[in-house]
């Protein structure tokens, strides 16, 4: 089983960067980071592959979020910038076997999440 812990929430403001971090023990293949806002379904945001580290994004964040990883710590990052109010949500990262799929059902392994609200 892959257990995973995320860290780097907090209150930014609009416009504002955040980077979130999420350091994973055990095997696993690839990682992705989730969101969930107060009333609505689990969203992808962004996945990265540890074999070749190929990426892939949701349409809402591509061109302001990066993924990232650093195999050598088993952490995998998620850099946020240009933030926005609707990018309010827990944070949560998962591991899957699958690469480049934001499916909520492909990921089988979850942390706790992590809160980031934008906001002025």
């Known amino acids: 089983q892959v257990q995973l812990v995320e860290s780097g929430g907090g209150l930014v403001q609009p416009g504002g960067s955040l980077r979130l971090s999420c350091v994973v023990s055990g095997d696993y293949y690839n990682i992705g980071w989730f969101r969930q806002a107060l009333g609505k379904e689990r969203e992808g945001v962004a996945c990265?592959?540890?074999?070749?580290?190929?990426?892939h994004y949701a349409h809402a964040v591509r061109g302001r979020f990066t993924i990232s990883r650093d195999n050598a710590e088993d952490t995998v990052y998620l850099q946020m910038n240009s933030l926005k109010p609707e990018d309010t949500g827990i944070y949560y990262c998962?591991?899957?076997?699958?690469?480049?799929?934001?499916?909520?059902?492909?990921?089988?392994?979850w942390g706790q999440g992590t809160q980031v609200t934008v906001s002025s």
């Open positions: 998962a591991s899957g076997l699958y690469p480049n799929t934001l499916n909520v059902r492909a990921y089988d392994d």
């Open positions: 990265i592959s540890r074999r070749d580290g190929s990426t």
